[in-house]
């Protein structure tokens, strides 16, 4: 159980530009992602947590990989994903990864579980998409019982069955930290209570305060399965500069790159700036300095009754120097501002 807010940065590997616009390779922008991190370590980020795509706008298909990159440079961040998808890949397979990262970094692994908000995955290890809900059921259901640590058996439609079958390596704690990333269906939030997870709420539309109900319902989903009460994240795009201004003039162009080719393939209207700053000002873009970002973060912590916030930093190509720029912002000046306004 976290009792005291925790602060967590996110990012997808997004493939970035350098200062003159060019693409940067996948390679760099990978070897730039470690560097983020380390500094959030330094700085005193209680968490990162890396996104599993499998497109040619994302560099990281693999986060564990990177996250045991991490793990060697760092000292107290805990490492993570958001998320990790578990319906294409096997729950046997995620658990032997972190339990071995967890070895790795001293008991800092953490998973976020999800079925992710793009569905390449799914014909890539050749999964049908008519599954979508029976995959990731039937899974996390097995992983529940994989972090127990204890013998497992289980039976189901998606992959062979297990009979009292005992998974390596275990974990000095013996519990990996799960949690399951929920975008706004109340089944899942349910469903994530009668297992037992932790819950991390997508907040990438509207104003934060409309997923109150969500929260609302898991605690009381919690309290209705016998469970004590488990902490609720929240994963939030922003971005932090200098001043409201700069914030919001350096991330308009990616961003509204970003999510026009998104728009493009789920047939949303082209992202125009006064919708963006609109969002910026009333929605789920948590940007501008430390001072108008922290106090939308009290906001958003005190809604939703946040026992974590994760600032999703990077959202499409903005050059990996500003990045580094707001995640300084972020350690330095934003955390302490935000506690001492929800202290106050």
């Known amino acids: 159980m976290v009792t005291e807010l925790e602060f967590g940065l996110h990012s997808f590997g997004d493939v970035t530009v350098d200062a003159d616009g060019a693409r940067l390779p996948y390679a760099e922008v990978i070897r730039n992602l470690v560097e983020q991190a380390v500094l959030a370590d330094r700085l005193g980020v209680d968490a990162i947590g890396l996104g599993e795509h499998h497109r040619d706008d994302y560099a990281v298909t693999a986060p564990e990989i990177v996250l045991a990159t991490i793990a060697g440079r760092t000292e107290h961040i805990r490492l993570g994903t958001a998320v990790t998808v ?34 390449e995955s799914f ?27 204890e013998p497992v058996s289980w039976q189901g439609t998606v992959r062979a069955p297990l009979t009292r ?3 390596y390596p275990k974990t000095e704690s013996g519990r990996i930290r799960t949690w399951v990333g929920v975008g706004g269906s109340p089944e899942s939030v349910v469903r994530a209570a009668r297992l037992g997870f932790p819950l991390s709420l997508a907040v990438i539309g509207g104003d934060p305060a409309r997923f109150a109900p969500y929260a609302e319902l898991y605690h009381r989903a919690l309290a209705e399965f016998g469970r004590e009460r488990l902490p609720i994240a929240a994963h939030v795009p922003g971005f932090i500069a200098a001043t409201d201004a ?37 929605g789920a873009w948590h940007v501008g300095s430390p001072e108008t970002v922290a106090r939308k973060i009290a906001s958003t912590v005190r809604a939703l009754g946040l026992q974590r916030f994760d600032l999703k930093y990077a959202n499409g190509t903005m050059p990996h120097e500003h990045l580094m720029t707001a995640i300084e912002l972020y350690a330095t000046e934003v955390i302490p501002r935000v506690r001492k306004l929800l202290a106050g």
Request: charged share 35%; hydrophobic share 45%.
């Open 86 to 119: 578990l319906s294409s890949d096997d729950p046997v397979r995620v658990f032997e990864r972190f339990a071995t990262l967890d070895a790795l970094s001293d008991g800092r692994a953490e998973i976020m579980l999800g079925r992710g908000s793009f569905t």
């Open 123 to 149: 014909p890539l290890f050749g999964y049908d998409l008519a599954d979508y809900e029976r995959l990731f059921e039937e899974k996390l259901e097995l992983m529940a019982r994989l972090l127990t640590e």
């Open 165 to 167: 079958q005992q998974v």
């Open 246 to 282: 700069e914030a919001v003039d350096l991330l308009w162009p990616h961003a509204r790159d970003m999510l026009n080719r998104i728009g493009r393939e789920r047939g949303w209207p082209p992202m125009t700036r006064a919708r963006f700053e609109a969002d910026v000002a009333e």
